[in-house]
């Protein structure tokens, strides 16, 4: 049983797959601007404006984890499992995510930030 609000540790879970969107949009990025695509220049555009919006996202978790004393540490990771520490007002925690499932979040996360 988790002490943690769900309204932190969603901030906390952002502060895991946030950077891992901006990861997978930065290769994407590089990938665009070697691609022999004859209009490159929407696409750039779009990442780019995309990841503008998640690094402003990404700054305000931050700085509310940094107010309220939360921090996230990865600890492990194997072929299956990332596990992080989940530091808040004092008390640690120990969560295990299945990789399969950070890579869905990330996708469902880079839909959410092209279509919004």
Do not use: C, W
């Not at 309204?7 to 946030?18: C, F, G, S, V, W």
């Amino acid at each position: 049983m988790t002490r943690i609000p769900e309204e932190d540790r969603n901030i906390m879970e952002k502060a895991i797959y946030l950077p891992m969107v901006l990861i997978v949009l930065n290769r994407d990025l590089t990938i665009v601007e070697k691609s022999p695509f004859k209009l490159k220049k929407p696409y750039l555009l779009l990442i780019e404006e995309t990841m503008k919006t998640i690094q402003k996202e990404l700054a305000e978790v931050k700085k509310y984890m940094k107010q309220h004393k939360l921090q996230v540490i990865e600890t492990k990771r194997d072929d299956a499992f990332t596990m992080y520490m989940f530091l808040y007002k004092g008390y640690e925690e120990s969560h295990n995510y299945f990789n399969p499932r950070i890579r869905n979040k990330v996708q469902e996360l880079m839909e959410f930030y092209f279509l919004k």
